[in-house]
């Protein structure tokens, strides 16, 4: 008895004390880093992020200017990472799917296209791919002045994808509050409809008349709503005008103003990641549906759904389990990926906090501290999301 | 309880070797503590070498020429410092950076000193633990433009896109000058001169800028030249030098006084040529220069020769100048501001006694 406690009591002992001993050694490293760093004459803390950071950024989603603060700029480059991963995710993620369900096709041509698009992008590293994407192919594409144009409107040079945008104009307001009142009533409408509709079921229940007359009779409704709505913006762009004016680019001295500019570096970048992250979600997608056991398809076959009834109702669902891990997998190294932004000068958290902040201040270890965080809490958003999604794609065993 | 017993003393041994294991951690911790604190001289004599952080590809400043060999004016100031030690030219390690890696990497201790034409500002003396030694070569902002742009001054920029380096003071000076003049401008901007230069050829961008003497030295780099000219204005001041850590005087007095060496040997117009004669000097300047009155190399640490064996092998500031950068290069920069006091320009040594 004596001898069991004692061993448990040692055995919390020893566990405190290894708990004790590295807690000692992380402080002792940050006491001496800390102490180094004053004793170089090294400026620390957190106060830069207030100070005036005097540079441009090229592209920014939100307001920005050169006499914003190193701050804002940390929210620049946040968003302009989290934009490039977000469309890196769903670009890569519906290629992938496709690229994976073609590689099990009984078509010659779409499996052998689709394994050998694999083979190629699986087995070239990424920043190839980008160096690839900027250098050889949007780079060499006209200056300003020969832009690739449609309709006078669309311009492609090696500046980036000139598109028009609406701006305001007289008309914006009365557009906007009636487009919201009719869009208040439609609601209202369908609202009291599906109320009839639930008390119409319950009663039809006990009366046994068909389900599908009242859905009909909804249907019906919900067809004159839209019509109703048709008719309102006719009327309106008939006798107010249209609601926004269109800002098309137009050639300057050196560059075009006006539109908006989607920047080489971003479709370079965008580009280099989906395809490259696509080839791999492909491998998953392809492991995950091989994974289902040949006899669901026999069965699904057997009951008369159609191939592609039976890959979406039967196979899928059931590969999805098996896919989703390794997919989010996937998706964190995208997200990661990205901070190869900084070799074609795409202004994400790495190229201009971790990197032009970082030289500004020569706060190194504060900022890359604050952007491994940022990284780390991406990355634990993603897993979470898609934990949600696995356990909700989950049925109950 | 007997079974207990010989379990015992295995159990003594392990605690002994973990006591071991941590005091040995905490060594190398106190270590590495310590090893900060170490002199710049002493670590160098003991490696035999100077590591020396240069620009990665500015011909004229630091460039590797068809022979793998350094060239420039910023590497004949390495040069200078492991001559002005070890006797020995070559006793040099070069650690090309980038703008954005220079100060970590002087900070870190990775470099002992770094030549690479970096500007000295306030905020960098002050806040990066870091000492500027001296102005090796005055310069100052520029821009350069596509002649076929028909671009005559910097003012007529509004509306271009600029591509620069990133982390540097170009940038600052750059957005400085744009909202001054109420001209908008898009950055764009990239780690290393090469990218710069490839997108800038690519017509990326309408503008390369940099420090003039960046742009002259980028000029010749091109495929054709003469297509691209450089603007007249100068928009900013940028007194580019050498720059050691903080915290070790001794090895930043010998970086300060190598530079001054180097100006006042063209000001006692001592050069490669006359220290071949081997005539004994005569004039008490030149004789405390050149080590043989007086111990000033002693008090740096170094031998009191150090003046003239850095002179014999390198030649003086002009002589240095005029090979790298200046006549006898392809780059042809006059001296102007980077001329002697004495000629109207604004280099000064403080007298060597």
Redesign the interface.
Known sequence: ML?KQTTKLRAWLYQALFII?IIG?CW??ID?LL???A?????TGLDFLDNNA?????FSLIDYN??DSYGRVFFVGLLNTLLVAGLGIVFSTILGFLLGIARLSHNFLARNIASAYIGLFRNVPLLLHLFFWY?AVL??LP?PKQSLHVADALFLN??GLYIPTLIDNANTTIWQYTIGISLIIIMLFLISANKRKSSATSSAKSSNISDNKISEKTNTKKGTLLLLFICVCTLLSIFVGSPYDLNTPVF????F?GGTVII??LIALVLALSLYTAAYIAEIVRAGIESVPNGQKEAANSLGLSPSDSLRFVIIPQALRLIIPPLTNQYLNLTKNSSLA??I?Y?DLV??FA??V?????Q?VEIIGITMLVYLSISIAISLIMSLYEKKSRWNQ | MTS?QPLASPRINLTHRLTKT?SV??LL?SS??SH??ASTLGDIKEKGYVTCGVSQSLPGFSYIEKDGKWSGLDVDFCKALATGIFNDSAKVRYSPLS??ER??AL?SGEIDVLSRNTTWTAS?D????VHFAGVMYYDGQGFMVRKD?GVNSAL??????LCTN???TT??N???Y??ANNMQ???????KYD?VL??YE???C?VLSTDQSGLFSQRIRLKDANAHKILPEIISKEPLGPAV???DDQWFNIVKWTLYALLEAEELNITKKSLMLKKLPTKPKERRFLGYDGNIGENLGLSNAWARQIIQTLGNYGEIYEKNIGKHSRLNIPRNHNNLWTQGGLHYAPPFR
């Open positions: 001898i001993g050694i002792l490293l001496t102490g180094n760093l004793h170089q004459g090294i400026v005097g540079f441009g950024v090229i050169e006499s250098f780079q060499p200056g090696n500046r300057g001295r050196f560059n103003s080489p570096e900084a070799a000068a202004p190229s201009i990197g032009t970082l030289n500004q201040t020569g190194a | 207990a941590t951690v905490l911790l590495t503590l900060v604190y703008a954005k100060f970590t900070q960098r002050t806040s990066l633990g742009l007529e920029l509004d509306g271009a896109t990133t982390g540097t940038e600052l750059m957005s400085d744009f909202r401008y898009k950055p764009v901007v990239f780690e990218e490839a997108a690519a017509g990326r309408d850590r903080q915290g």
